[in-house]
């Protein structure tokens, strides 16, 4: 028997001053097939519309561990898209998150995730953020073109490419239709 439910997309928000423009990744995976969930980061909250992202997405954001006795509020995802991304705790396993802990499982259970960092040229400058961006590439992580932007200058809303994981994750789509 197959699933011939439509593919589903957690998109993982991180904490970031163009959060806010998450609706444009919702946007173009309604228009590419994909259902979507967001996860936000628990700091990432206060940078989205909630109310707003629900009503686009049909789900209710999750950024909080659950106990067993609460149902399961979206379906199990089929990929990944992290964006805006930051990714050292990510990349170094923390899961002190039910952001981080999705993306750190996500691994293990071989669900395929594409990133699009967001980070300033001075957290750039750091030695984990290569290590980082080097690790996840050897966990088959697929990562975006994002190129860091000027610190303390509130800069990258205008470059930021927000459907680039869709581009990423695209052959993947196809092969998860084609299973379903």
Known sequence: MTDHREPFLYVVVCASGIADGVSEL????????????????P????FIDQEAVEAQTGYPIRSAWRTS?????LPPADAIAVAPATINKWAAGISDTLALGILC??????????????VNSAQAA???YDESLARLRS???LIGDYVPHMPKAGGGRESYNWTHVLDLLRPVARSITERK
Do not use: R
């Open 26 to 41: 919702i946007t173009a995976a309604h228009a590419e097939g994909w259902k979507v969930g967001v996860i936000a980061a």
């Open 43 to 46: 700091s990432g909250l206060g």
């Open 69 to 73: 006795s609460i149902p399961q509020p």
């Open 105 to 118: 499982e996500a691994y293990g259970l071989g669900i395929p995730v594409a990133v699009q960092p967001y």
């Open 126 to 128: 750091h030695p984990a």
């Open 139 to 141: 966990m088959g992580v």
